[in-house]
């Protein structure tokens, strides 16, 4: 706080002056616009947190009320933890961030596919201890590594020094994966509001989305200042969000039976294999997640390559996020709607021909068809959460759920690299046509298993 206040005071007087350092007093004002947009955001969502459970009467309210005071307290520091987990100061930069390091498409690729391969090392493992000895745990390791992982990335100039740095924010990120979801899930379990998962998530996501399009900007100009800082901040944020983490209540569970490390990993692999529809999910979302990843990843080259500033680019994460965030707000509309099946057709289709529009167009149009997947990743996650979280019995759920994250990192240690050789080989939009070409087989393979061989099986 004494730092903050210092660069507060240094800042006015900057302006006092007459702007000398007019970048770096825009960066501050900036930071102090963040500082207190976290400071509201977590008090509103606290007030709205409390009022959502006082609309419950009668006989419910008292069993929230001896029961599952705790739990339901766990939905407002959920939010207030997602929101900080969300901002991604790092994300807008992170490419252009590389690229100032001399790194190529190749070789940015290659480090995320080593991202990747020790996700699938570590996701299974860290997913059972979050089941066998607590979410809350998981997620306290999370943010103790997320940190020290991104103030390693911040300070990178050489390969080695980035591997090191993606080691750890890697292995931070499996002891969240899975456990999130799952300890929303599970504190809505504790106070009968499971079936409303989806819109609890969705709101969520809403909040995390605002929060990103509030990074977005703020990564935007603390980028003109010089592409560490943002990395600099998260890392920070990552300490703010352990001590949310520690004053989380663990949602019990029951346990049919205690079983060794190596026996529920092996069952809830079984489990997963053994029934149709979630297996199904599983696939359908592994790919679809390493779609929406690779296509991220090629945003800030591709905007760089239409002539648009870092600056702006930050504005039109802003926007996209914004736009994500009216999605996930509208998923529980959607899915009552679309259903499970219309869900599975029509989200590839829309990010499908997204894709090949982006690929063919090289104009500010292509912007347009940013902002359409991005309100439709919005509205994705929370609906193909809730059909996971649905089809898992509580004491597999984060391992399972880890099993989807390993999936996707399997599939993202491969393609990542083919798809960014291929950028730099022939070009970003023949690459980005070639992903949507193959996503479009795949996720049309998936989707007629569903409807041939799911449809009426047990979930």
């Known amino acids: 706080m004494t730092l903050y206040s210092g660069a507060l005071c240094a800042c006015t007087n900057n302006i006092l002056e007459g702007f000398p350092d007019f970048k770096i007093t825009l960066s501050v004002l900036i930071l102090h616009c963040f500082y207190t947009c976290i400071v509201r955001a977590e008090l509103f969502l606290f007030i709205f947190a409390s009022q959502n459970f006082k609309k419950d009467t009668g006989e419910q309210k008292m069993v929230y009320e001896i029961e599952s005071h705790a739990n339901s307290g766990n939905i407002y520091k959920f939010y207030i933890y997602f929101f900080l987990a969300r901002l991604n100061l790092w994300l807008p930069i992170y490419v252009l961030f590389l690229l100032g390091r001399n790194f190529s498409m190749t070789q940015i690729t290659l480090l995320d596919a080593v991202f990747w391969l020790v996700m699938v090392v570590f996701e299974v493992p860290t997913g059972a201890v979050a089941d066998k000895w607590g979410k809350k745990h998981s997620l306290i390791f999370s943010c103790i590594l997320t940190a020290g992982g991104l103030a390693f990335f911040g300070l990178a100039k050489t390969y080695v020094f980035v591997l090191l740095a993606y080691f750890l924010w890697a292995v931070g990120v499996t002891f969240e994966s899975g456990a999130l979801s799952a300890f929303l899930y599970d504190s809505l379990k504790k106070i009968g509001k499971e079936a409303e998962y989806s819109k ?260």
């Open 200 to 459: 609890f998530a969705g709101r969520g996501m809403s909040i995390a989305l605002i929060a990103s399009s509030i990074g977005s900007v703020t990564a935007g100009f603390l980028g003109g200042v010089f592409l560490a800082l943002p990395i600099f901040v998260s890392s920070v944020v990552a300490v703010v969000m352990l001590c949310i983490a520690l004053t989380f209540k663990e949602p019990e569970i029951e346990r049919k039976e205690k079983e060794s490390y190596f026996t529920h990993v092996k069952e809830s692999f079984g489990y997963s294999w053994k029934h149709p529809q979630l297996r199904t999910l599983l696939f359908f979302h592994a790919f679809t997640f390493s779609v929406l990843w690779i296509i991220g990843i090629f945003y800030q080259p591709y905007l760089k390559n239409l002539g648009i500033r870092v600056e702006i680019i930050g504005v039109i994460y802003l926007f996209a996020t914004l736009l994500a965030a009216a999605g996930a707000s509208l998923a529980s509309h959607f899915e009552s709607i679309a259903g499970e099946s219309g869900f599975l057709i029509s989200i590839p289709v829309i990010f499908v021909f997204s894709y090949l529009f982006m690929g063919f167009l090289h104009s500010l149009v292509a912007i347009s068809f940013i902002f359409a997947i991005s309100f439709f990743r919005g509205v994705y996650w929370p609906i193909i959460s809730k059909y996971l979280n649905e089809r898992i019995p509580s004491e597999r759920r984060v391992t399972i759920l880890s099993l989807a994250s390993l999936m996707y990192s399997v599939i993202m240690i491969p393609s990542e690299p083919v798809f960014g050789n291929l950028a730099d080989r022939f070009s970003l939009n023949t690459s980005i046509i070639i992903l949507a070409v193959v996503y479009g087989i795949i996720a049309s393979i998936i989707v007629g298993f569903w409807f041939t061989r799911c449809r009426k099986s047990d979930s």
